[in-house]
């Protein structure tokens, strides 16, 4: 079950949603109490995320699954695609060096990870294929993922 430490804003949902199904099961004031407790927290810290950083994580769900879109996001976000636009620009980004930001920071965790091949890599970036990986890899960095690879850690 979710804790007040992992709080994505679904995670809060899943939260009060697991927390119902205890309290019928669970009687005790200490119970009730941490449960409250923990929604308040994770409430509190989501709403202190800000617009980037929620929109950060939105991104990387949508990366799962496949390309991130702007339209799906802001709509996930409760936002029009002009509106979320306009709000990351005030913040000083862009929806798409946001999303290339995301990748690139993933991309350096996915090749610590030596098990996973290159192609496996550039697919779960959402990369059509490792030579379009390659290239933005090579634009962050100046060298091939797999000269990163090789680097002494």
Not at 35 to 53: F, K, P, S, W
Not at 87 to 113: I, M, N, S
Not at 124 to 151: E, K, M, T
Request: hydrophobic fraction near 40%.
């Amino acid at each position: 079950m979710p804790t007040a430490l992992s709080c994505q804003p679904e995670a809060c949902t899943q939260l009060e949603a697991g927390l119902t199904r205890r309290e019928n099961k669970r009687e005790g004031y200490r119970f009730d109490y941490s449960v409250e407790h923990g929604v308040i927290l994770c409430q509190r810290r989501n709403a202190e995320l800000t617009l980037v950083d929620r929109t950060r994580a939105q991104v990387r769900q949508a990366l799962l699954s496949g390309e991130p879109v702007l339209e799906i996001i802001a709509e996930k976000m409760g936002l029009s695609a002009g509106s979320l636009q306009r709000r990351l620009r005030e913040q000083g980004v862009t929806f798409t060096a946001l999303v290339d930001k995301v990748r690139c920071d993933l991309a350096t965790h996915y090749l610590q990870q030596r098990h996973l091949p290159i192609a496996e890599l550039a697919l779960l970036l959402g990369y059509s294929d490792v030579s379009a990986f390659s290239r933005a890899f090579r634009r962050w960095f100046g060298i091939s993922p797999r000269q990163w690879r090789q680097l002494p850690a």
